[in-house]
């Protein structure tokens, strides 16, 4: 069983920064895709990024210039950069041992808890 546990939320300011990390356990082959989504209070959980083991990346189009994933073989981090309001939600890490790489969260069977980011002045 893969257990992904998400670090690094809080209260920033507009304009801020905020680097995401998720480590897992429970599995020693390199997992598949690697994702970062997010549900704002009230709204539907959506995609944020996805990241491969070969490096290959998604990322959500309103998103793509200040935010950034990484990934080291099982370890994804997600760099927020430039934080608006609208960025307010729970972040939560995701990933699959096979298949494509998608950005849909019923494609997912793994999942952390989550951490809050709240940005606000």
């Known amino acids: 069983q893969v257990q992904l546990v998400e670090s690094g939320g809080g209260l920033v300011e507009p304009g801020g920064s905020l680097r995401l990390s998720c480590t897992t356990s429970?599995?020693?082959?390199?997992?598949?895709?690697m994702a970062w989504f997010r549900q704002a209070s009230g709204k539907e959980r959506e995609y944020v990024s996805v990241?491969?083991?070969?490096?290959g990346r998604i990322i959500k189009l309103s998103v793509k210039d200040r935010f950034t994933i990484t990934r080291d073989n099982n370890t994804v981090w997600l760099q927020l950069n430039s934080l608006e309001p609208e960025a307010t939600a729970r972040y939560f890490c995701?990933?699959?041992?096979?298949?494509?790489?998608?950005?849909?969260?019923?494609?997912?069977?793994?999942w952390g808890r989550g951490t809050q980011v709240t940005v606000s002045a």
């Open positions: 995701a990933a699959r041992l096979d298949g494509p790489t998608t950005t849909k969260p019923d494609d997912y069977p793994f």
């Open positions: 429970g599995h020693s082959s390199t997992l598949k895709s």
């Open positions: 990241g491969t083991p070969g490096g």
